[in-house]
């Protein structure tokens, strides 16, 4: 297989890419802002959008990293990972944008 197709998905790929980690920092970000109010269910109603896709992941950070004075800060540190993923393939001079601008490492170009 030629690399011609595969830079011809690379915009598909960045727009989805994108839509998923915006997604997720969203939903990392209710989460900071749900702390604040912890009479606040997640497993009830509209809530279970938001707890259902992150907590799985913040109770495995939780194990690594204990609230710092009582405050849950896991959310945060989601939301740096996500944000320096997004930076590094996304970016202006990330490895995705890089690839789609130039075709380098592919054989094209």
């Given at each position: ?7 011809r998905l690379l915009p598909a790929l960045n727009l989805l890419l994108a ?59 989601w939301v740096g990972l996500i944000s ?26």
């Open positions: 297989m030629t690399a011609a197709p595969l830079l839509l998923v980690l915006g997604a997720w920092t969203l939903l990392f970000l209710f989460r900071i802002v749900l702390t604040w109010y912890p009479q606040i269910d997640l497993q009830r109603g509209a809530m279970r959008l938001i707890g259902w896709p992150t907590e799985s992941l913040l109770a495995t950070t939780r194990r690594v990293v204990p609230p710092i004075g009582g405050v849950d800060v896991t959310p945060v540190i320096l993923v997004r930076e590094l393939l996304l970016g202006q001079q990330g490895l995705l944008t890089l690839v789609a601008r130039h075709g380098t490492g592919l054989g094209v170009g």
